[in-house]
Nanobody
Framework: QVELLESGGGLVQAGGFVRLSCAAF????????MGWYRQATGKERELVAV???????NYTQSAGGRFAISRDNAKTMAYLTMNALTPDDTAVYYC???????????WGQGTQVTVSS
């Protein structure tokens, strides 16, 4: 059973940056995805960024080149660095793990990112 533990986030001023980390435990799959969704108050959860074990990435359009996702497969860690933050980036960020072959999706506990103007 895969479990995720998130860290990072907090309060940051507009224009600043934050780095989120996600540690995965119990991974058995050789091919999987890790990434983040976010959910702002009153809005639907949206995909922020995703990376697979080969290093292929995909970002939400609103990231606009400001976000970078990476992973360390040996340590089963994923990282999301978000730069040039705006108040619109304020949300709870949820790390996820997806094993497409096993049809498994696991969510982290979520971490709050608040961007002050």
């Amino acid at each position: 059973q895969v479990e995720l533990l998130e860290s990072g986030g907090g309060l940051v001023q507009a224009g600043g940056f934050v780095r989120l980390s996600c540690a995965a435990f119990g991974i058995r799959s050789n091919f999987n995805h890790m990434g983040w969704y976010r959910q702002a108050t009153g809005k639907e959860r949206e995909l922020v960024a995703v990376i697979d074990t080969a290093g292929n990435t995909n970002y939400t359009q609103s990231a606009g080149g400001r976000f970078a996702i990476s992973r360390d497969n040996a340590k089963t860690m994923a990282y999301l660095t978000m730069n040039a933050l705006t108040p619109d980036d304020t949300a709870v960020y949820y790390c996820f793990y997806h094993d497409p072959l096993g049809s498994v999706i696991v969510w982290g506990q979520g971490t709050q990112v608040t961007v002050s103007s």
